[in-house]
């Protein structure tokens, strides 16, 4: 389970759908949709 912080729900969410991309400078991020109100959401760092 992956967690990030939603922007509309300004809290921590589980990350649906959660996947793992790289970003244009070569670092690791994970973008996904928030559990609850389905905005897109994204983080750095690695999917574990
Ligand atoms: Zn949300």
Redesign the pocket.
């Known amino acids: 389970m992956v967690k990030g912080h939603?922007m509309?729900?300004k809290?921590e969410?589980e990350i649906k759908g959660a996947k793992q991309v790289k970003m244009k400078n070569g670092r690791d991020a994970v973008t996904g949709n928030?559990m609850?109100?389905d905005?897109k959401m994204f983080k750095i760092g690695k999917l574990t």
């Open positions: 939603c509309r729900c809290e969410r928030c609850k109100c905005t």
